[in-house]
Each structure stands twice: as structure tokens, then as C-alpha cells.
């Protein structure tokens, strides 16, 4: 669930660099990569911290509540449960993971589509 939202919100950060800076690059004779290495990777760092606070909070919050605060099998959080039930040893029940993986992410997906348009 997270990591399509900071790619999002990376992408709208590195999309906010003005454009002057990379062609001023270029005009000065720097290649690609040494426009990206020294013109726009230390504007990013901002974004970038951003987007890894937001997933990192999220995701140990998904997993922690979940497996702190649930007492029964039935009902626990998709990744919890994708933890503790369905990966046995070195065994992974792929056919369950990737549904409960797919229905895990599902909800917050529609949210986002449904209220994009009022940001």
C-alpha cells in the first residue's frame, strides 16, 4: 500500500525541480547523469525523506497494531495474518499470499481514486 503512494509523491516532488536547473546543467556540458547526480539529487533529499517517513510509519503501524491488539486468528490484519499463518519455515503458500496481498491493498487503492479529484 505504501510504496505506490511515495513513488507518487516522489515523483510529484521531483517533478516540482525547475526545469532551469537541469538545462542550466546541460548548457554548462554536464552529461545526464551528472545532471541528475549534482543538480537534482541535492534538491530531492526533502521529498525523499518525506515519502520514507510516510511508509515507514505506516507500514510498522499496519504490523504492529495488528499483531498487538488481535487476539484470534480470524481476525487478523492482512499482513499479520500473511505472517503468521501462511509462511511455515521455508514453505510459502504463494496461492494465499498473493489474494490476501491483492485484497490487502485494494481499499485504500479505491479511496485514493475516489478522492484524488478533491486535493
Avoid at 510516510?54 to 495474518?81: I, Q
Avoid at 491483492?102 to 487503492?109: E, I, K, R, V
Wanted: glycine share 8%.
Amino acid at each position: 500500500m505504501t510504496v505506490p503512494f511515495c513513488t507518487w509523491v516522489i515523483i510529484g516532488y521531483i517533478a516540482g525541480i525547475p526545469k532551469n536547473l537541469d538545462e542550466a546543467a546541460l548548457i554548462d556540458g554536464a552529461r545526464y547523469i551528472q545532471m541528475l547526480i549534482k543538480t537534482s539529487y541535492p534538491v530531492a533529499p526533502a521529498g525523499i525523506i518525506a515519502a520514507t517517513i510516510f511508509c515507514s510509519t505506516v507500514s510498522w503501524a499496519s504490523f504492529l497494531y495488528g499483531l498487538g491488539f488481535t487476539t484470534s486468528a480470524d481476525r487478523l490484519t492482512p499482513p499479520v495474518e500473511i505472517v503468521t499463518t501462511l509462511i511455515g519455515g521455508h514453505l510459502y503458500a504463494w496461492r494465499q499470499i498473493t489474494p490476501g496481498a491483492l485484497l490487502g491493498a485494494a481499499p485504500p487503492l479505491i479511496i485514493y481514486a475516489f478522492l484524488m479529484d478533491y486535493t
